[in-house]
């Protein structure tokens, strides 16, 4: 029986190596390219149904159609989100699309790193660490256990995250169309009148996009912290850089953010930063920014990748018995 074939798109040199590995185990037969999937190289895909991209690059409606043209018939996203790709225009066009599970600790671990530094003003004591001043921060850290935290989407992730606020004993809130944890689930304006630190964990779509606009900001408690694990549009940047500045927030940490495409992911040391809204947000000292790695863990990698050849096989499997 021949082997199956999966093209796989803007494959890192790391998930490389594991597809490698993975895929004789599986029976599968990997075409791989680091390039995004593209009008120039859409023919990597012809005579395998099955594709897997990454969620780095915007997929266009005329790529999907090109895709579909070549006989793809199935996208794994090696992500949750799918903000990237048109799923409707897709599946207009014959092609399904289905996301990638991996462990949800790697993102969850994170949060908790992001909010303990907030709260311990950790980016200002490190960068004067950095320069031999080991003074004292005029401005005392906080705990979590006096804290409460409101978690904003309760999937995998954001139930993750409760898991581990549970241990720190902080008051927690939740907010979640679908109740989902045991937690304590609020309505979203009492969550933000209410939190001292909001984390977001809801995907990005028509009705979530700036969910966090001027009003929302304003809702939220004087010297409250927000943390962004979530995508960058989750939040209307100008307004929580304005909410910063002014003070009426104590900080942020966000590992993702507008326009982050084309700038996080590559070495920009040598060329200007073209976004004023993250210059801006680096500049301020209580402001957090890492790009977009909260995901990026050995661990979290393997799922991906080994869950992108199930996804596909399944899918196979599916055809074959429909």
Same mark, same amino acid.
């Given at each position: 029986?021949?082997?199956?074939?999966? @093209?796989?798109?803007?494959?890192?040199?790391?998930?490389?190596?594991?597809? &490698? %590995?993975?895929?004789?185990?599986?029976?599968?037969?990997?075409?791989?390219?680091?390039?995004?999937?593209?009008?120039?190289?859409? !023919?990597?895909? +012809?005579?395998?149904?099955?594709?897997?991209?990454?969620?780095?690059?915007?997929? @266009?409606?005329?790529?999907?159609?090109?895709?579909?043209?070549?006989?793809?018939?199935? =996208?794994?996203?090696?992500?949750?989100?799918?903000?990237?790709?048109?799923?409707?225009?897709?599946?207009?066009?014959?092609?399904?699309?289905?996301?990638?599970?991996?462990?949800?600790?790697?993102?969850?671990?994170? @949060?908790?790193?992001?909010?303990?530094?907030?709260?311990?003003?950790?980016?200002?004591? =490190?960068?004067?660490?950095?320069?031999?001043?080991?003074?004292?921060?005029?401005?005392?850290?906080?705990?979590?256990?006096?804290?409460?935290?409101?978690?904003?989407?309760?999937?995998?992730?954001?139930?993750?995250?409760?898991?581990?606020?549970?241990?720190?004993?902080?008051? =927690?809130?939740?907010?979640?169309?679908?109740?989902?944890?045991?937690?304590?689930?609020?309505?979203?304006?009492?969550?933000?009148?209410?939190?001292?630190?909001?984390?977001?964990?809801?995907?990005?779509?028509?009705?979530?996009?700036?969910?966090?606009?001027?009003?929302?900001?304003?809702?939220?408690?004087?010297?409250?912290?927000?943390?962004?694990?979530?995508?960058?549009?989750? +939040?209307?940047?100008?307004?929580?850089?304005?909410? +910063?500045?002014?003070?009426? +927030?104590?900080?942020?940490?966000?590992?993702?953010? !507008?326009?982050?495409?084309?700038?996080?992911?590559?070495?920009?040391? !040598?060329?200007?930063? %073209?976004?004023?809204?993250?210059?801006?947000? &680096?500049?301020?000292?209580?402001?957090?920014? @890492?790009?977009?790695?909260?995901?990026?863990?050995?661990?979290?990698?393997?799922?991906?990748?080994?869950?992108?050849?199930?996804?596909?096989?399944?899918?196979?499997?599916?055809?074959?018995?429909?």
């Amino acid at each position: 029986m021949a082997k199956m074939g999966i @093209t796989i798109y803007g494959c890192g040199q790391d998930e490389t190596v594991l597809f &490698q %590995e993975a895929a004789p185990r599986f029976g599968v037969m990997p075409t791989i390219t680091d390039a995004a999937v593209s009008e120039v190289n859409i !023919e990597l895909a +012809l005579g395998n149904r099955c594709i897997s991209i990454g969620h780095k690059t915007q997929i @266009t409606n005329s790529v999907l159609l090109g895709l579909s043209q070549a006989g793809v018939k199935y =996208i794994s996203t090696r992500s949750i989100g799918y903000n990237h790709i048109n799923v409707k225009y897709a599946q207009s066009v014959g092609v399904s699309v289905e996301n990638v599970a991996y462990s949800p600790d790697s993102v969850a671990d994170y @949060t908790l790193m992001l909010m303990l530094m907030a709260v311990r003003n950790a980016k200002s004591i =490190i960068s004067r660490a950095d320069i031999h001043d080991f003074r004292l921060n005029d401005v005392r850290g906080k705990e979590l256990r006096d804290m409460t935290i409101g978690v904003i989407g309760t999937g995998r992730i954001g139930t993750a995250v409760i898991d581990r606020l549970r241990g720190f004993g902080c008051r =927690i809130l939740a907010y979640d169309h679908r109740p989902k944890t045991s937690a304590d689930y609020v309505p979203l304006d009492e969550l933000l009148q209410q939190s001292d630190i909001v984390t977001l964990h809801t995907p990005l779509n028509a009705d979530t996009n700036h969910l966090f606009d001027r009003q929302r900001i304003g809702q939220m408690k004087q010297d409250a912290f927000i943390i962004n694990t979530g995508r960058g549009s989750l +939040l209307d940047t100008e307004v929580l850089i304005t909410a +910063l500045e002014s003070g009426k +927030l104590g900080g942020a940490a966000l590992d993702v953010l !507008e326009g982050e495409e084309g700038v996080f992911y590559f070495d920009c040391r !040598e060329k200007p930063i %073209e976004s004023k809204l993250l210059l801006r947000l &680096q500049k301020l000292p209580n402001v957090l920014i @890492t790009p977009h790695t909260a995901y990026y863990t050995e661990h979290a990698l393997r799922d991906t990748v080994e869950n992108t050849i199930i996804n596909c096989l399944k899918f196979e499997r599916r055809k074959q018995h429909g």
